[in-house]
């Protein structure tokens, strides 16, 4: 049986450091700062991942680091505060792979659960567009395009559903 782990909980406000107390939200009790007048949410953490196409070839990028290292996944990460989920994913892009993408468009979004962080929501983007050299960069220790039929197996369920969404529209 595989060991959960549950998300950090709130317990003092990031912002001045008061003990949080349990309120109700007008929905349900949540963690909340009486001193700043703000509830603390559970949100998924959002990331985004991106499918560039090579004529009938996909791009997949080899992992350098844990979750799922040495496994085959499309290239992406978690979005930063202050990004939009596009901006994300071209940093995300040109970190791992070298290239600079342009024209990106929303193939769909999917959450899964995750055991660190409670649920992860990745948009993933089709790219109409890239430049540059392709080269491994940070979390990256190879990249590849690979014909439909010998992709690698996937270790994250939101990138085999997103993928198959883009199969399903080419």
Known sequence: MPHETKPFPWNYCPVCGTALSREHDGEKERSYCAPCGRYF??????AVCCLVARDDEILLVQRAVEPCLGGWSLPGGFVEVGETTEEAAAREMHE???LRVKGLR?????????????AVMVLGYSV????????AGSDAM?????????????????????????????
């Open 128 to 135: 109409k567009k890239w430049s540059g050299d392709l080269r």
């Open 41 to 46: 949410y559970r949100n998924p953490l959002p």
């Open 106 to 118: 929303l193939i769909g979004v999917s959450t899964q659960k995750s055991r660190h962080y409670g």
């Open 96 to 98: 791992e792979t070298g």
């Open 142 to 170: 190879d990249l590849r395009f690979f014909p439909r039929d010998e992709r690698p197996v996937l270790p994250f369920p939101a990138h085999v559903e997103l993928l198959g969404l883009y199969d399903a529209r080419q």
